[in-house]
């Protein structure tokens, strides 16, 4: 039986989440403004089922494809958001779900940290992250989701709420990770709607 983790479709990437996946895509990387459709299932290797019908029932590109033992996820984009939206219909019919059969994400760690120093900004800089860097000063917001992809729509509407610095999206595994940074009322508001975000996700 395949288990639905995680679904989520976003209407329209923010610039810097889009740039973002773009960097570690393995497959085509999306523009800002394209429609994306994040699914991870379990077992893992049933995700090849759920690509394979995404790719040709719709003109969707594979951004990315992830395939654990115990998880697997799988990333989907077009300009055309009835693309997207027809390519998530069609994976659940596969698979004989519904989006309202997905987990529910659960948070897992939530904080603000405000002013931060040198040594921690240069420290969180230097791991290796493929988004932008922290400033000294700033205040930093950490957000943990259970299951992992969920974090993705967090990012994309907390960029969309405050003019912030996406510094690092982790969305595989068992838990995703946000870090976002930014000036301490724009990081206050862009989590408030980070956290909106997972205890109201969507799925069309």
Known sequence: MIKLRTYVYIDSLQPQLAEYMATVSQGFPPVPGD???WVEVSPGMAIHRITDTALKATRVHLTQQIVEREYGSMVVHHRDQSDVVEAGRV????IGAEAVDRQRPQIAWQE???GMTPDHTVVINRQGRSGSMMLPEQSMFILETEPAGYIVYAANQA???ATITLVDVRAV????RLTISGREADVDEAAAAAIA???NPTGT
Do not use: M
């Open 35 to 37: 429609a994306c459709l």
């Open 197 to 199: 975000a997972i205890e």
């Open 159 to 161: 960029e969309k709420a």
């Open 91 to 94: 994976l659940l019919a596969k």
């Open 173 to 176: 595994g068992a838990y995703g």
């Open 112 to 114: 603000v940290i405000r």
